[in-house]
């Protein structure tokens, strides 16, 4: 209680650190709860389309092996990847999704860099924001199928040393091409965010440029950062799986499925499961990103909730 003026005005108490790991916790849980309602949902509309194309006929074929039942694909998991082989469909999809995981992490990685390179870059320089922002927007129209193989057949002539270029570097330099581009605008839009007003503030402490950038413009930009990393890890995924069809390395998730795809018509539902775990690459990429954006705001004041 504090007095003023005859008035007693009581103080709300501000929520312990225990409360916001209590309300973190319960928004991941709604979160996840919502998730499995998305997938029961999904498993419905498809037994439920399976249902339909067997009573009328659909533009598109309701058959096993366009679409086996959801239990055959549950099933796919535990069948040897081989007749007479002793690892399973499951195990040789997580050791591959483990391996694309590490090469869409590089592109990752390389693409946040350039990108967040770029938007300083552009931020920094008017004029240099007139002359790339064009370009950048640009590069995302090359359509990546064709890309690839020729990303790969210039990239096998390079030599640096000991260093010769592998197709596994030329999938993860078509992970960091999807990479770059949500990284460099969402950064670029997070660097102009601070108001007028801060400007002003850092510019009467007597600030130089890159004080100003690391005491104000990065911090303001951790809200459009964030996602643009959530949108760049998704990117770089896609961009993974995609290059390693196109281009056949193997080893990974995109290799797999074009072999697994080989044997729809005994087995339909190891593609199913192939794809099953390009998805749940995904969601891994996209819940480290969720991690490290809970490490990088533990200590930003966080909204009060009624």
Known sequence: MTEDSGVQVASEPRPGRQGTVGRRFRRGLTGVLWA?????????????????????????TTSDQAMPHVWTMVQGFGQP???????????????????????????????????????IVMQRFAFMERGLLPFVIA????????????????????????????????VMFIAAYLAFFPMSVGALRGLQAPTA?????????????????????????LPYLVPAMKVSAAAAVVGTVVAEISTGVRGGI?????????????????????????????????????????????????????
Do not use: C, H
């Not at 195990?91 to 999704?97: C, G, L, M, N, T």
């Not at 129209?141 to 260093?163: D, E, F, M, Y």
């Open 36 to 60: 499995l309602a998305g997938m029961l949902l999904t498993v419905l509309m498809w037994e439920l389309v399976k249902l339909v194309g067997t009573i009328v006929s659909l533009p598109f």
């Open 81 to 119: 990847e081989v007749r007479g082989s002793d690892t399973t469909v499951l195990q040789a999809v997580v050791s591959a999704a483990a391996y694309s995981l590490l090469v869409a992490l590089g592109g990752f990685v390389i693409g946040v860099g350039v990108g967040l390179l770029l938007a």
């Open 139 to 170: 590069s995302q129209t090359v359509p990546l199928i064709a890309l690839a193989p020729l990303i790969t057949g210039i990239g096998n002539r390079i030599s640096i040393g000991p260093i010769q270029w592998n197709t596994t570097y030329s």
């Open 197 to 221: 007003t801060s400007l002003e503030l850092m510019r009467s402490y007597a600030a130089n440029p890159r004080q100003v950038l690391w005491k104000l413009r990065f911090p303001a930009s």
């Open 254 to 306: 995109g290799r797999l499925i074009i072999e697994y795809a080989r044997e729809t018509t005994s087995q339909p539902a190891k593609v199913y499961v192939a794809v099953f775990g390009a998805i749940a690459l995904g969601l891994v990429a996209a819940g480290l990103v969720t991690a490290l954006d809970v490490y990088l705001t533990r200590n930003l004041p966080k909204e009060s909730t009624a």
